[in-house]
Protein backbone atom coordinates (compact mmCIF):
# COMPACT_ATOMS: atom_id res chain seq x y z
CA UNK A 1 0.00 0.00 0.00
CA UNK A 2 1.21 3.22 -0.91
CA UNK A 3 1.25 5.82 2.12
CA UNK A 4 0.13 9.34 1.92
CA UNK A 5 3.07 11.16 2.24
CA UNK A 6 4.71 8.97 -0.36
CA UNK A 7 1.77 10.28 -3.02
CA UNK A 8 2.30 13.82 -1.82
CA UNK A 9 5.89 13.41 -2.81
CA UNK A 10 5.08 12.09 -6.18
CA UNK A 11 2.69 14.72 -6.28
CA UNK A 12 5.38 17.57 -5.53
CA UNK A 13 7.62 15.98 -8.25
CA UNK A 14 5.09 16.12 -10.94
CA UNK A 15 4.27 19.41 -10.25
CA UNK A 16 8.61 20.19 -10.33
CA UNK A 17 8.45 18.56 -13.73
CA UNK A 18 6.14 21.21 -15.23
CA UNK A 19 7.25 23.78 -13.24
CA UNK A 20 10.81 22.81 -15.29
CA UNK A 21 9.73 22.27 -18.38
CA UNK A 22 7.38 25.80 -18.41
CA UNK A 23 10.91 27.35 -17.07
CA UNK A 24 13.01 25.91 -20.18
CA UNK A 25 10.65 27.08 -22.46
CA UNK A 26 9.58 24.03 -23.25
CA UNK A 27 5.88 24.58 -23.13
CA UNK A 28 5.80 25.73 -26.94
CA UNK A 29 2.95 25.27 -28.88
CA UNK A 30 4.64 25.22 -32.64
CA UNK A 31 6.95 22.27 -31.34
CA UNK A 32 3.44 19.99 -30.93
CA UNK A 33 1.18 18.98 -32.83
CA UNK A 34 1.41 21.64 -36.10
CA UNK A 35 5.10 21.25 -36.62
CA UNK A 36 4.81 17.46 -37.03
CA UNK A 37 1.51 17.50 -38.98
CA UNK A 38 1.11 19.96 -41.76
CA UNK A 39 -2.38 20.46 -42.18
CA UNK A 40 -2.60 22.48 -45.03
CA UNK A 41 -0.13 20.10 -46.92
CA UNK A 42 -2.75 19.56 -49.88
CA UNK A 43 -1.71 21.35 -53.55
CA UNK A 44 -4.38 24.46 -54.64
CA UNK A 45 -6.38 23.61 -57.31
CA UNK A 46 -8.24 26.44 -59.10
CA UNK A 47 -12.18 25.98 -59.18
CA UNK A 48 -12.06 29.11 -61.69
CA UNK A 49 -12.68 32.94 -61.18
CA UNK A 50 -9.30 33.10 -59.08
CA UNK A 51 -10.78 30.82 -56.25
CA UNK A 52 -8.39 28.48 -54.94
CA UNK A 53 -9.11 25.64 -52.71
CA UNK A 54 -5.81 23.77 -50.81
CA UNK A 55 -2.65 24.42 -49.77
CA UNK A 56 -3.74 27.17 -47.29
CA UNK A 57 -6.58 28.02 -49.38
CA UNK A 58 -9.79 27.67 -47.74
CA UNK A 59 -13.06 27.49 -48.93
CA UNK A 60 -16.87 26.88 -47.19
CA UNK A 61 -19.19 26.32 -50.13
CA UNK A 62 -22.90 26.45 -48.61
CA UNK A 63 -26.34 26.56 -49.63
CA UNK A 64 -29.15 24.37 -49.97
CA UNK A 65 -29.64 20.42 -50.30
CA UNK A 66 -31.74 20.75 -52.67
CA UNK A 67 -32.57 24.08 -55.26
CA UNK A 68 -36.64 24.39 -54.10
CA UNK A 69 -37.13 27.13 -56.85
CA UNK A 70 -36.83 30.81 -56.20
CA UNK A 71 -35.94 30.72 -53.03
CA UNK A 72 -32.64 30.71 -54.35
CA UNK A 73 -31.75 33.82 -54.98
CA UNK A 74 -32.14 35.78 -51.86
CA UNK A 75 -30.09 32.73 -50.17
CA UNK A 76 -27.24 32.98 -52.30
CA UNK A 77 -27.33 36.71 -52.31
CA UNK A 78 -27.05 36.15 -47.90
CA UNK A 79 -23.94 33.60 -48.44
CA UNK A 80 -22.42 35.79 -50.75
CA UNK A 81 -22.84 38.57 -48.11
CA UNK A 82 -21.15 35.91 -45.56
CA UNK A 83 -17.92 35.87 -47.14
CA UNK A 84 -19.01 31.90 -49.31
CA UNK A 85 -17.59 32.74 -53.27
CA UNK A 86 -19.21 28.72 -53.72
CA UNK A 87 -22.85 27.95 -53.87
CA UNK A 88 -24.76 24.43 -53.47
CA UNK A 89 -27.44 22.93 -54.76
CA UNK A 90 -28.69 19.94 -55.78
CA UNK A 91 -31.01 19.32 -58.72
CA UNK A 92 -30.86 15.91 -59.56
CA UNK A 93 -31.09 14.21 -55.86
CA UNK A 94 -30.08 10.81 -55.02
CA UNK A 95 -33.12 10.37 -52.41
CA UNK A 96 -33.36 6.74 -50.71
CA UNK A 97 -36.89 6.35 -51.23
CA UNK A 98 -38.21 7.35 -54.60
CA UNK A 99 -41.65 8.88 -53.38
CA UNK A 100 -39.35 11.73 -51.30
CA UNK A 101 -38.75 15.00 -53.51
CA UNK A 102 -36.09 14.13 -56.17
CA UNK A 103 -35.21 17.23 -57.31
CA UNK A 104 -35.92 20.31 -59.92
CA UNK A 105 -33.70 18.71 -62.50
CA UNK A 106 -32.81 21.02 -65.38
CA UNK A 107 -34.94 23.76 -64.17
CA UNK A 108 -32.30 23.58 -60.57
CA UNK A 109 -29.15 23.39 -62.58
CA UNK A 110 -30.20 26.43 -64.65
CA UNK A 111 -31.77 28.43 -61.00
CA UNK A 112 -28.45 27.46 -59.22
CA UNK A 113 -26.20 28.93 -62.14
CA UNK A 114 -28.57 32.18 -62.29
CA UNK A 115 -28.48 32.62 -58.80
CA UNK A 116 -24.29 31.56 -58.74
CA UNK A 117 -23.70 34.53 -61.18
CA UNK A 118 -26.04 36.94 -60.18
CA UNK A 119 -23.86 37.11 -56.85
CA UNK A 120 -20.60 36.36 -58.57
CA UNK A 121 -20.33 32.91 -56.93
CA UNK A 122 -19.00 29.88 -58.12
CA UNK A 123 -21.38 26.92 -57.98
CA UNK A 124 -21.05 22.95 -57.15
CA UNK A 125 -24.24 20.29 -57.83
CA UNK A 126 -24.40 16.39 -57.90
CA UNK A 127 -24.25 14.71 -61.23
CA UNK A 128 -25.64 11.22 -60.91
CA UNK A 129 -25.18 10.04 -64.12
CA UNK A 130 -22.14 11.31 -67.64
CA UNK A 131 -25.67 10.88 -69.51
CA UNK A 132 -26.57 14.48 -67.65
CA UNK A 133 -23.57 15.89 -68.69
CA UNK A 134 -24.63 18.41 -71.22
CA UNK A 135 -27.02 19.81 -68.84
CA UNK A 136 -24.19 20.81 -66.50
CA UNK A 137 -22.50 23.79 -68.97
CA UNK A 138 -23.09 26.43 -66.34
CA UNK A 139 -22.12 24.70 -63.46
CA UNK A 140 -18.48 25.76 -61.89
CA UNK A 141 -17.78 22.23 -60.26
CA UNK A 142 -19.29 18.44 -60.26
CA UNK A 143 -20.13 16.74 -57.11
CA UNK A 144 -20.08 12.93 -56.85
CA UNK A 145 -22.32 11.81 -54.26
CA UNK A 146 -21.72 9.76 -51.48
CA UNK A 147 -23.85 6.85 -53.98
CA UNK A 148 -22.15 6.91 -56.54
CA UNK A 149 -17.87 7.06 -55.23
CA UNK A 150 -17.36 3.53 -56.54
CA UNK A 151 -19.68 4.05 -59.73
CA UNK A 152 -16.24 3.96 -62.05
CA UNK A 153 -17.98 4.99 -65.84
CA UNK A 154 -19.19 8.11 -64.17
CA UNK A 155 -15.55 9.00 -62.84
CA UNK A 156 -13.83 8.12 -66.20
CA UNK A 157 -16.36 10.74 -67.60
CA UNK A 158 -15.84 13.01 -65.73
CA UNK A 159 -11.71 12.54 -65.97
CA UNK A 160 -12.52 13.84 -69.50
CA UNK A 161 -14.51 16.68 -68.16
CA UNK A 162 -12.58 20.03 -68.02
CA UNK A 163 -14.38 21.02 -64.60
CA UNK A 164 -12.93 20.39 -60.87
CA UNK A 165 -14.46 17.43 -59.70
CA UNK A 166 -15.81 16.97 -55.47
CA UNK A 167 -15.54 13.41 -55.02
CA UNK A 168 -17.59 12.01 -51.63
CA UNK A 169 -16.42 9.29 -49.66
CA UNK A 170 -18.90 6.79 -49.99
CA UNK A 171 -20.74 5.39 -47.02
CA UNK A 172 -19.33 2.15 -46.93
CA UNK A 173 -15.44 2.84 -48.91
CA UNK A 174 -12.48 2.82 -47.27
CA UNK A 175 -9.72 5.63 -47.65
CA UNK A 176 -8.03 3.30 -49.85
CA UNK A 177 -10.76 3.01 -52.19
CA UNK A 178 -11.35 6.34 -52.03
CA UNK A 179 -8.05 7.52 -53.04
CA UNK A 180 -8.36 4.29 -55.95
CA UNK A 181 -11.80 6.43 -56.78
CA UNK A 182 -10.19 9.40 -57.45
CA UNK A 183 -7.29 7.87 -60.01
CA UNK A 184 -10.07 6.78 -62.18
CA UNK A 185 -10.67 10.94 -62.39
CA UNK A 186 -7.13 11.76 -62.56
CA UNK A 187 -6.06 8.85 -65.09
CA UNK A 188 -8.18 10.07 -67.64
CA UNK A 189 -7.35 13.41 -67.56
CA UNK A 190 -8.72 15.10 -64.88
CA UNK A 191 -6.29 16.21 -62.20
CA UNK A 192 -8.43 19.09 -60.62
CA UNK A 193 -10.44 16.28 -57.98
CA UNK A 194 -11.26 17.17 -54.31
CA UNK A 195 -12.05 14.75 -52.33
CA UNK A 196 -14.50 14.91 -49.65
CA UNK A 197 -15.08 13.00 -45.58
CA UNK A 198 -19.30 12.82 -45.55
CA UNK A 199 -19.31 10.14 -42.98
CA UNK A 200 -19.66 6.32 -42.98
CA UNK A 201 -21.88 4.00 -41.95
CA UNK A 202 -21.51 2.53 -38.60
CA UNK A 203 -23.72 0.83 -35.55
CA UNK A 204 -24.13 3.93 -34.46
CA UNK A 205 -27.20 5.29 -34.83
CA UNK A 206 -27.31 8.52 -32.64
CA UNK A 207 -26.10 10.69 -35.92
CA UNK A 208 -26.78 10.49 -39.61
CA UNK A 209 -23.77 8.78 -40.36
CA UNK A 210 -20.28 8.70 -38.21
CA UNK A 211 -18.23 11.02 -38.89
CA UNK A 212 -15.03 9.70 -39.48
CA UNK A 213 -12.75 12.95 -38.86
CA UNK A 214 -9.36 10.81 -38.70
CA UNK A 215 -9.89 10.28 -42.60
CA UNK A 216 -9.22 13.57 -43.17
CA UNK A 217 -6.08 13.71 -41.67
CA UNK A 218 -4.80 10.31 -42.66
CA UNK A 219 -5.49 11.41 -46.69
CA UNK A 220 -3.27 14.11 -46.01
CA UNK A 221 -0.87 12.21 -45.19
CA UNK A 222 -1.69 9.87 -48.49
CA UNK A 223 -2.63 12.27 -51.13
CA UNK A 224 -2.01 15.89 -52.09
CA UNK A 225 -6.14 16.24 -52.85
CA UNK A 226 -7.89 19.02 -51.17
CA UNK A 227 -9.75 17.59 -48.83
CA UNK A 228 -13.57 18.75 -48.06
CA UNK A 229 -15.45 18.17 -44.95
CA UNK A 230 -18.91 18.00 -44.68
CA UNK A 231 -20.60 18.13 -41.50
CA UNK A 232 -23.91 18.54 -42.91
CA UNK A 233 -24.23 14.59 -43.81
CA UNK A 234 -21.79 13.47 -41.65
CA UNK A 235 -24.08 14.00 -39.03
CA UNK A 236 -27.25 14.81 -40.16
CA UNK A 237 -28.02 17.41 -36.87
CA UNK A 238 -27.82 20.81 -37.15
CA UNK A 239 -26.65 21.33 -33.63
CA UNK A 240 -23.49 19.12 -34.74
CA UNK A 241 -22.54 21.13 -37.56
CA UNK A 242 -20.47 23.91 -35.98
CA UNK A 243 -18.31 21.22 -33.63
CA UNK A 244 -17.90 18.78 -36.68
CA UNK A 245 -16.60 21.59 -38.39
CA UNK A 246 -13.91 22.76 -36.57
CA UNK A 247 -12.89 19.11 -35.59
CA UNK A 248 -12.34 18.76 -39.15
CA UNK A 249 -10.13 21.96 -39.40
CA UNK A 250 -7.97 20.84 -36.46
CA UNK A 251 -7.62 17.83 -38.85
CA UNK A 252 -6.60 19.96 -41.92
CA UNK A 253 -9.80 20.14 -43.98
CA UNK A 254 -8.91 22.40 -46.98
CA UNK A 255 -12.82 23.49 -46.65
CA UNK A 256 -16.43 22.50 -45.92
CA UNK A 257 -19.26 22.12 -47.57
CA UNK A 258 -22.78 22.69 -45.14
CA UNK A 259 -26.22 22.84 -46.11
CA UNK A 260 -28.28 26.22 -45.09
CA UNK A 261 -31.91 27.12 -45.61
CA UNK A 262 -33.83 29.80 -45.04
CA UNK A 263 -36.81 27.78 -43.28
CA UNK A 264 -35.27 24.30 -42.43
CA UNK A 265 -38.37 23.11 -41.26
CA UNK A 266 -39.83 23.31 -44.62
CA UNK A 267 -37.26 22.18 -46.57
CA UNK A 268 -38.09 19.55 -48.77
CA UNK A 269 -34.43 17.50 -48.23
CA UNK A 270 -32.31 17.14 -45.51
CA UNK A 271 -34.50 19.39 -43.24
CA UNK A 272 -33.14 18.32 -39.74
CA UNK A 273 -29.26 18.90 -41.07
CA UNK A 274 -29.86 22.63 -42.33
CA UNK A 275 -28.24 25.39 -40.96
CA UNK A 276 -30.69 28.17 -40.94
CA UNK A 277 -28.87 31.51 -42.00
CA UNK A 278 -28.17 32.81 -38.18
CA UNK A 279 -26.71 29.57 -37.31
CA UNK A 280 -24.70 29.71 -40.62
CA UNK A 281 -23.10 33.39 -40.23
CA UNK A 282 -22.40 32.31 -36.23
CA UNK A 283 -20.32 29.25 -38.21
CA UNK A 284 -18.38 31.57 -40.29
CA UNK A 285 -17.33 33.29 -37.53
CA UNK A 286 -16.21 30.39 -35.84
CA UNK A 287 -14.65 29.47 -38.81
CA UNK A 288 -12.77 32.30 -39.62
CA UNK A 289 -11.41 32.49 -36.40
CA UNK A 290 -9.77 28.92 -36.14
CA UNK A 291 -8.46 29.37 -39.85
CA UNK A 292 -6.39 32.83 -38.42
CA UNK A 293 -5.32 30.68 -35.21
CA UNK A 294 -4.33 27.59 -37.66
CA UNK A 295 -2.45 29.71 -40.06
CA UNK A 296 -1.24 32.35 -37.55
C1 LIG B 1 -25.75 16.07 -50.95
O1 LIG B 1 -24.66 16.68 -50.87
O2 LIG B 1 -26.83 16.65 -51.10
C2 LIG B 1 -25.76 14.61 -50.80
C3 LIG B 1 -26.77 13.88 -51.25
O3 LIG B 1 -24.69 14.14 -50.14
P1 LIG B 1 -24.13 12.65 -49.99
O4 LIG B 1 -23.83 12.17 -51.38
O5 LIG B 1 -22.91 12.85 -49.16
O6 LIG B 1 -25.19 11.84 -49.31
MN1 LIG C 1 -28.47 16.88 -48.48
Redesign the pocket.
Same mark, same amino acid.
Not at 143 to 149: K, P, S, Y
Given at each position: MIAMSEINQMNNNQNLRYESSLDEGKCNRKSSILESFNPYSSRSIDLGNGQLIGGGNFQTIAGP &? *?VEGEHIFELASFLSSCGVTIL?G?AF %???TCPDSFQGLGKTGLDLLAQAGKANNMLTIS?IMSERDLDLYQDIDIL????? #? &?QNYSLLKELGKSNKPVLL %??G?ATTVDELLSCARYITQAGNDRVIL &?E??IRTFETKTR #?TFDVSSIASLHNECDFPIVA @?P *???TGLSNLVAPCTLAAMGCGADGI?V?VHENPEQAL *? @?KDQALTPDEFQKLMHDVDALHNFLTR
Open positions: &C *SRG %KPREQVGAR #N &C %KRM &CRG #N @D *SHAIE *S @D
